[in-house]
């Protein structure tokens, strides 16, 4: 902070627990890595590296470096573990995130069909080595879970070791807990709210106005994901009640009477 201004947000220092922020890594250069690192690395707990990325990533080790010595903790995205188990190379992937170094991994069936009892497996043996982040929900458009069974597969995913369960929602915003025209299904959301404790989820949240929608329902300490590298910056400005979105979350009621109507 370069000033102390009264009613901000308190934000716990990393690693914290709450609060957190996965960007999404799509493919940056080291000089954007470095660039990011500069703007945004204390506003950032983990990167994700989109899809199945990794593979063709050059100076993939350079990278993930970069970003460790910048106290982020970088993993892999859920498609390449899918990637992996689809092929039956399950031990093939434990041995791949060893080798670049990996203390989390992502355990998903958005691509491709797991029975959840073998997901629940994976999540179990990984959690063994590392933290492991499961994710809920399909990347297919038009394949709807109902959201008693998001709170189910939440629930056992977390007993099964899981340090976080993502909410599914692609990097478009458009699927998962979300409407194809980006809005919020506020329906499955309180569902899923009402069912479980919201610091145990991390909502993924491409869009700006999806950001604004979550961080005035649960605070500055709700853990969102899938952010640009671009946005990250902006997003604690967001949780922090320094953009006008979020403007009067955190004000006192004789300041909330300045309020403009729109």
């Given at each position: ?5 009264p ?7 990393k ?5 957190l922020?996965?960007?999404m890594?799509k493919?940056l ?6 660039d990011?690192?500069?703007?945004s690395?204390?506003?950032?707990d983990?990167?994700?590296?989109g899809?199945?990325?990794?593979i063709i990533?050059n ?6 470096n970069?970003?460790?010595?910048a ?8 498609t390449?573990f899918e ?22 991994a992502?355990?998903s069936?958005?691509s ?6 073998k997901k ?11 933290t492991v982040?499961s994710e809920?929900g399909?990347?297919i458009?038009?394949?709807?879970i109902?959201?008693?069974a998001?709170?189910e597969m939440?629930k ?5 070791g ?5 909410a599914?929602?692609?990097?478009s915003?458009?699927?998962g ?10 329906a499955l959301?309180?569902?899923?709210s ?16 999806q950001q604004?929608?979550?961080?005035k ?5 709700v ?7 671009d ?6 400005c967001?949780r ?5 979105d979020?403007?009067?979350?955190t004000?006192?009621?004789e300041?909330q009477k300045?309020?403009?109507i729109?």
């Open positions: 902070m370069n000033y102390n201004l009613f901000i947000p308190l934000r716990p220092a690693p914290r627990k709450e609060g922020t996965m960007m890594d493919g250069s080291l000089r954007q890595v470095e990011f690192i500069e703007s690395a204390e506003f950032t983990f990167v994700k590296l899809f199945g990325t990794s990533t100076k993939l080790k350079d990278k993930l970069l970003y460790k010595q106290n982020i903790r970088p993993y892999f995205g859920g390449l990637a992996f188990v689809v092929r039956n190379m399950f031990s093939d992937y434990m041995k791949y995130i060893e080798t670049f170094g990996l203390d989390l992502e355990v069936d958005g491709m069909m797991i029975p959840h009892a629940l497996e994976y999540i179990k043996t990984l959690a063994k080595n590392v982040i809920v399909s990347k458009k038009g394949v709807l109902p959201p008693s998001w709170v939440m056992a995913e977390l007993d099964a899981a340090f976080k369960v993502i599914e929602a692609r990097e915003g458009t699927i807990i979300y409407n194809s025209d980006g809005s919020v299904n506020e959301i309180k569902t899923i009402d069912n479980l404790d919201p610091s145990s989820i991390i909502w993924e949240a491409p869009i700006g106005k604004v929608w979550f961080v329902l649960f605070g500055a300490g853990n969102l994901g899938n952010i640009a590298p946005t990250v910056f902006a997003l604690e967001l922090l009640g320094l953009r006008g979020t403007f009067f979350e004000l006192p009621a300041m300045l309020k403009q729109d």
